[in-house]
């Protein structure tokens, strides 16, 4: 205490201006209440925002995990049918096509198309065997014709 007395009598005591601060009034406590109600805000805000982020984050956490089930289900879902395909593909082949709708109309088209597609490889095939058939003939037919001129007439060799 001794010392700050000192330094408070040199500084009384020096020629020397001293620089003025703002040092806010007590008695009245204005600046000590504005004080105050700005921490009391920022800490309401503080809180709030903590308050909105926990929700965001447990709404966020309910929607990873009811997605997550939803495609467990689906998954379920498509490995029965995996299973259930081979059954089912009976069935389906019962189902009719729905003629009327343009999807069943370009279904026919389709259908349709890849028959005549069936028939003309089908036609091309026996036309080709029909041609080996006639040029395996030829090539007989050659054969015994050199080999009747090789016999009687004796090797050329």
């Given at each position: ?20 601060t ?50 467990q ?8 049918d ?31 198309r ?25 090539i ?9 001129q ?8």
């Amino acid at each position: 205490m001794n010392d700050i007395s000192q330094k408070a009598e040199i500084l009384l005591s020096s020629s020397k201006p001293i620089p003025k601060t703002y040092v806010p009034k007590l008695g009245k406590g204005d600046v000590k209440d504005k004080f105050e109600a700005m921490q009391r805000a920022r800490e309401e805000r503080n809180e709030r925002r903590s308050r909105d982020e926990k929700q965001r984050r447990k709404e966020q956490y309910i929607r990873e995990r009811e997605w997550n089930r939803r495609k467990q289900e689906i998954k379920e879902m498509l490995a029965s049918d995996d299973e259930e395909s081979v059954s089912s593909k009976v069935e389906k082949a019962y189902v009719p096509k729905l003629i009327g709708t343009v999807k069943g109309k370009f279904a026919e088209m389709e259908k349709q198309r890849q028959e005549e597609q069936r028939k003309r490889t089908e036609e091309e095939r026996k036309r080709r065997i029909e041609q080996d058939m006639l040029e395996k003939r030829k090539i007989e037919r050659e054969l015994a014709k050199r080999a009747e001129q090789a016999g009687p007439g004796g090797s050329h060799l």
